[in-house]
């Protein structure tokens, strides 16, 4: 089991799915919201995620392909 | 020695000792350095930071090194240019332009941050240090870690053009193209970073790696004679330099070193990437990450800013501006520059003069109130950027009739040989 | 299956804690987010809440149990 941390941008594409819910549920991890301004289905959510590596992984891409900007809690590390 | 009581989540405030941690494990705040004031304020003066070296470490006793500097050490105490024919041509009589194109030793404010977290990580003991980079905090990184005897691990993207690995490779650092998109670079560096302990500069080094950037903000103030201009322009990317700026003026008045911080601090971005300056503008701390950016001002191109929320909150408290920049003014302020004041800057000094100029015409800069645009990186290290809207050579026979044929066409309809001047 | 328009209310000590996440697994609901605004001090949350009438009421009671303040909001 490893624990991730992940900065959440939503923009707008899943104001009517729960879709931290069905995140959690496909690949079995269990979902933390340490800090959050959502609305609307806009805003962001600092997020602690905690399963096994690959669903980890999965996991972020499965966001990724809703629409959904997935950083590390530091955001952008690379800089110019 | 020290004077610091520890680290300090921004957000919660809860205290951590020093160590290289950058997240505050209640809230995921960011940690910053909790400083001792009263101690550092009972023994510093103008007089005794006069009496320092001239480098960025005559304010050591705001950085957080304990030991012997032992990288970095002459890094710093850049230029404050007073820049008349560019006011002229911009329309201010006291323009003034703190010159990082000429910091030791990689030509970059960058430089200033590394310092710290690279004397840092060898007070941590590190073997290794790391960034993710582009440009001018891998060339840094590799620079100090190699003064330290470190090994460097410097993340880029595979599809970075060679010629920017060139002043990273030099300092025989390891560099470690990742095939992957921007965001998936940003992730895997997390995961390294924390798998293998490394000292990673926009990770767990963050918050002494950040606080370099303060001395931007004290030499400004001491070099104008110990006072707080009435603007900065400072350009943004992640969005820490002009929040550290910010701070550095604002302890320099609790420390009683100038008199007040009248001053506004605006923020300049690249139309290709703004989500500071956007924010601003719709005045929502709410930013926006621009997934893809674009244009030629690589060295901002950060769609998902660190510090922009912090970025933010410091330009609205300080009543400043954003302005962005298109590449097509990038270029024209970035030839103005050097035409007028022989300053080649990088594209980042482009975006910053061209977001000047326009808070100008504005009206939010004033022509007679004291004005600091933040030049922050060398041009010799973006050429490509300018490459096509310069003049080629003239090219004449060996005679001198053919180098007066030129001369007396100059006069006329002819390629002219004094152009590129302000108007 | 019934939806209830919740807003939570939660004390800094329970920030840390998978709050939404329980009480969905434990009581057979689906969470899905409509609002939240958490900080390091306090969380606040308005959650759509999912299941039979039966789970809901014990998934309710689950909450204020944890000291959350649950207040229902009506669905627009």
């Known amino acids: ?54 669903q980890l992984e999965a996991a972020v891409r499965w966001l990724e392909g809703r629409g959904v900007i997935v950083a590390p809690i530091e955001q952008d590390i690379v800089a110019g | 020695m020290s004077d610091i009581k520890g680290l300090k989540c921004r957000e919660c405030a809860r205290a951590y000792p020093i160590r290289p941690v950058h997240v505050c494990e209640f809230c995921f705040g960011p940690l910053e350095v909790d400083y001792d004031y009263a101690a550092i304020g009972a023994r510093v003066t103008r007089q005794s930071i006069e009496a320092g070296p001239a480098t960025m470490w005559r304010y050591r006793a705001l950085l957080p090194v304990d030991g012997e500097i032992v990288v970095g050490r002459y890094c710093g105490l850049t230029p404050l240019v007073e ?178 911080v009248p001053t506004r601090m605006h923020v300049a971005q690249a139309a290709g990437c703004a989500p500071i300056v956007t924010a601003v503008r719709a005045n929502t701390d709410l930013i926006r990450p621009v997934k893809q950016p674009t244009g030629i001002a690589k060295s901002l191109a950060i769609g998902n800013p660190a510090d922009g929320y912090y970025a933010f909150k410091t330009v609205k408290q300080s009543g400043g501006m954003g302005e962005e920049a298109t590449d ?25 003069l061209a977001a000047t100029r326009k808070l100008v015409q504005q009206g939010a800069i004033g022509r007679d109130e004291v004005t600091v645009a933040c030049i922050t990186g060398n041009g010799l290290k973006t050429q490509e950027a300018v490459a096509a809207a310069l003049r080629p050579p003239i090219h004449i026979q060996p005679t001198l009739r053919s180098f007066d044929e030129i001369l007396t066409q100059s006069n006329g309809a002819g390629p002219s040989l004094v152009d590129g001047k302000a108007a | 299956m019934a939806t209830l328009r919740v807003r939570l209310l939660f004390p800094a000590e329970l920030v840390r804690e998978p709050i939404i996440y329980s009480v969905a697994t434990r ?44 207040k229902p909001l009506p669905i627009e």
């Open chain 1, 1 to 54: 089991m490893s624990r991730r941390r992940v900065h959440l941008t939503f923009q707008g594409q899943l104001a009517d799915e729960p879709a931290l819910w069905n995140m959690s549920q496909e690949f079995g991890l269990v979902f933390n919201i340490r800090q959050a301004d959502l609305e609307g289905g806009f805003g962001w959510v600092m997020l602690e995620l905690e399963g096994g590596d690959d």
């Open chain 2, 83 to 260: 820049a008349r024919n560019l006011g002229k041509a911009l329309g201010l009589r006291r323009l003034y332009l703190k010159n990082d194109t000429v910091n030791h030793p990689t030509l970059s404010f960058k430089d200033r941050v590394v310092a710290v977290a690279v004397n840092k990580a060898l007070e941590f003991g590190f073997p290794v240090v790391a960034c993710a980079s582009t440009g001018n905090l891998a060339n840094s990184v590799a620079a100090h870690a190699a003064e330290g005897g470190l090994t460097s691990f410097i993340f880029i993207p595979a599809d970075l053009e060679r010629g920017k690995v060139l002043g990273t490779s030099i300092y025989a650092a390891n560099v470690v193209a990742v095939r992957g998109t921007y965001d998936e670079v940003n992730r895997l560096c997390s995961e390294i970073a924390d798998k293998h302990g490394w000292g990673f500069a926009n990770i767990n080094l963050r918050p002494f790696y950040a606080e370099g950037s303060k001395t931007f903000g004290y030499e400004i103030a001491e070099q104008l004679g110990w006072r707080a201009p009435d603007h900065v322009v400072v350009p943004a990317a992640g969005g820490s330099l002009i929040t550290k700026i910010w701070k550095g003026l604002r302890e320099f008045h609790g420390l009683r070193l100038i008199p007040g």
């Open chain 2, 328 to 352: 097509e003014e990038i270029v024209d302020a970035m030839k103005l520059l050097a035409a007028t004041e022989g300053i080649f800057a990088e594209t980042a000094g482009g975006v910053t």
């Open chain 3, 27 to 70: 009581h057979h609901l689906i969470p899905n987010l409509r609002k939240a605004r958490v900080t390091e001090r306090s969380g606040e949350a308005i959650l759509d809440l999912s299941g039979d009438e039966e789970s809901l009421r014990q998934g309710i009671e689950y909450l204020t149990g944890l000291g959350v303040k649950v």
